[in-house]
């Protein structure tokens, strides 16, 4: 199943929103945990958010708190990441793969190959 599919980014005006989703090619969407990194051109890539589809429990970085909210809807096989009140900082391409999300916190570390092609979200005025 790997590697997942993102879609929906774009460009975005500061204050605007963008709803992305993450979903399996041509299957249904085999994981438990699901999470959203993010890689800003020069910088490393970070850990975004993540929900486990099992617990529902969730995680996000401090910096999106109460901007981004994930969900997943078992019915599409797909994990939905959506974006409020972005700022330029927000500018970054977008990607999804499996990982732990507990309340340890969400897991970074992905092999290589789990890598998709992402999707550009570029905050700007």
């Known amino acids: 199943q790997v590697p997942l599919v993102e879609s929906g980014g774009g460009l975005v005006q500061p204050g605007g929103s963008l709803r992305l989703s993450c979903a399996a090619s041509g299957s249904s969407l085999n994981y438990y945990g699901i999470g959203w990194f993010r890689q800003a051109p020069g910088k490393e890539r970070e850990g975004v958010s993540c929900?486990?589809?099992?617990?529902?429990?969730?995680y996000y970085v401090d910096s999106v708190k109460g901007r981004f909210t994930i969900s997943g809807d078992n019915g599409k096989s797909t994990v939905y990441l959506e974006m409020n009140s972005l700022v330029p900082e927000d500018t970054a391409v977008y990607y999804c793969a499996p990982v732990p999300c507990d309340v340890q916190g969400m897991g970074l570390s992905v092999p290589d190959n789990y890598w998709g092609q992402g999707t550009q979200v570029t905050v700007s005025s």
């Open positions: 929900i486990n589809r099992a617990s529902k429990h969730t």
